[in-house]
């Protein structure tokens, strides 16, 4: 008798909860994701700061000022390129994150809807 019960408790609970166990699951990948997105976005920059740097202490005179000056321009556009590429991948992030959040809410409103 009480194995039974407790048996229907917890199928009661498990379904209870398994929009919270999916959401949470959702929300971790999208965490997982961001994080390495971000990481991935501190290593390239730092490279690339590290380049300009290093490029900087090579300065030793006009000629070598003037190439480093053309340089500047290239690590720019480079530098500009990486932002835009970031943003789109967060935005896409972003539209992924929100597309799989609704498709959950509408899962669990037919679910709770008496047909």
Same mark, same amino acid.
């Given at each position: 008798?009480?194995? =039974? ?9 498990? &379904? ?37 740097? &290093? ?16 340089q ?13 590429d =970031?943003?789109? &991948?967060?935005?896409?992030?972003? &539209?992924?994150?929100?597309? =799989?959040?609704?498709?959950?809410t509408? =899962? ?8």
């Amino acid at each position: 008798m009480y194995t =039974d019960m407790f048996k229907t408790f917890s199928e009661q609970t498990e &379904k209870a909860l398994a929009p919270y166990v999916k959401f949470n699951k959702l929300l971790a990948k999208n965490v997982q994701t961001l994080t390495e997105l971000q990481l991935t976005a501190v290593r390239t920059y730092g490279d690339m700061g590290l380049s300009q740097v &290093k490029a900087a202490s090579s300065v030793t005179d006009v000629t070598s000022m003037t190439a480093f000056g053309g340089q500047q321009m290239a690590a720019m556009t480079k530098l500009s390129q990486q932002m835009m590429d =970031d943003s789109n &991948k967060l935005q896409s992030i972003a &539209k992924e994150f929100k597309e =799989d959040l609704e498709q959950l809410t509408a =899962d669990n409103v037919k679910a709770a809807t008496p047909a």
